[in-house]
């Protein structure tokens, strides 16, 4: 039902993953690291704090749990969205050959 993941540095997760499965478009470190810092700001943890002061030695004691569910929804959210790009890139001529057109 789920995928257990490490949480990869971002450069590897951008070199390495189809941006399709990102949730919400951010690298996984990016996103984690966000809630940590926004957690340290509105409650002042120490602890927030500790893993931020210590991140390249934190995100590694992290786990991503990602449904397989969810990664395919991703994935066929991403099909989709392609499927509906393409005609629609294909439809479309350049500027200039219109405007041939339109004035012969």
């Known amino acids: ?17 189809d941006h399709a499965l990102w949730h919400g478009g951010k690298t996984d470190e990016a996103q984690l690291k966000k809630l940590l810092e926004d957690h340290n700001r509105w409650t002042g943890s120490k602890r927030a704090r500790e893993l931020l002061d210590n991140w390249a030695e934190a995100r590694g004691k992290f786990v991503k749990v990602f449904p397989l569910e969810y990664k395919r929804a991703l994935g066929e959210m991403a099909a989709r969205k392609l499927a509906t790009a393409a005609p629609a890139k294909a439809a479309s001529k350049p500027v200039g050959e219109k405007a041939a057109k339109a004035s012969a």
């Open 1 to 17: 039902m789920v995928s257990l993941e490490k949480v990869q540095p971002a450069a590897q997760q951008e070199a390495g993953s």
